[in-house]
């Protein structure tokens, strides 16, 4: 079974500080993978677009890497901002039968001023 | 270039009846998908369109379902509403298969 997990679920950091998000799935056999900001009750903001031949994609003080093998990526944040407060959401896209986008349950960032 | 756009935002029903969500995707992009976003399940694939045609479809029961139009826009039909169907209904739109795919802003639609 496709399934995408993210780790931590909740995360409250100071201001300033660097951080990493992760991510997890199951079946290494991935398109791509995007990585997703959630503001309250809105709807998602992509972030960054990972293509399986890529290893890493980076912007402004966002940076998201790649391991297919062993079926993980991770979201670097650097000098957290209270505007990067958020719920961070990992989508992973297989192709194929699939064709869908699988998403992870999300971390909840709380970056406190 | 204008963004992916859905109408309603707010949307309050009663149980048993019927709804209908529209989605206008990115000028340009022919793929719509539609998501369903729920605190207890997260967000769960619905369907896709691709040119006028379903591509694909989630694991939800017959009372959901949607249709393209030509000019790529996509609507999104619940039919004998349930109280579970309460949710934030999401829309996304991309160039084609495997490309970044863009959200809406959402339908938030509360089933009393």
């Known amino acids: 079974k496709q399934e995408v997990t993210q780790i931590p679920a909740a995360l409250s950091v100071p201001e300033g500080e660097n951080l990493v998000l992760n991510c997890s799935f199951t079946?290494?056999?991935?398109?791509?993978l995007q990585w997703f900001r959630q503001d309250p009750g809105k709807g998602l903001t992509s972030l960054l677009l990972?293509?399986?031949?890529?290893r890493e994609q980076t912007s402004g003080r966002l940076n998201a890497s790649l391991d297919k093998s062993s079926g993980r990526s991770t979201l670097y944040i650097a000098a957290s901002q209270p505007g990067d407060s958020a719920t961070y959401l990992c989508?992973?896209?297989?192709?194929?039968?699939?064709?869908?986008?699988?998403f992870g349950t999300g971390t909840l960032l709380a970056v406190q001023p | 270039k204008a963004g992916v756009t859905q109408t309603p935002r707010y949307l309050i029903k009663t149980r048993g009846q019927q709804v209908t969500l529209s989605c206008s995707p990115i000028?340009?992009?022919?793929?719509v998908s539609w998501y369903q976003q729920t605190p207890g399940q997260g967000l769960q694939f619905l369907f896709e369109?691709?040119?006028?045609?379903?591509?694909n479809k989630g694991n939800f029961p017959g009372r959901f379902s949607g249709r393209q139009f030509s000019n790529s826009r996509s609507e999104m039909n619940v039919s004998t509403l349930e109280l579970g169907d309460s949710a934030l209904y999401l829309c996304?739109?991309?160039?084609?298969?495997?490309?970044?795919?863009?959200f809406g802003p959402g339908t938030r639609l509360t089933v009393t």
């Open positions: 000028s340009g992009h022919r793929s």
């Open positions: 079946d290494s056999a991935i398109y791509n």
């Open positions: 996304a739109s991309r160039l084609g298969g495997g490309y970044e795919q863009y």
């Open positions: 990972i293509q399986s031949s890529q």
């Open positions: 369109y691709f040119s006028e045609t379903q591509r």
């Open positions: 989508a992973v896209f297989y192709g194929g039968a699939t064709n869908k986008l699988i």
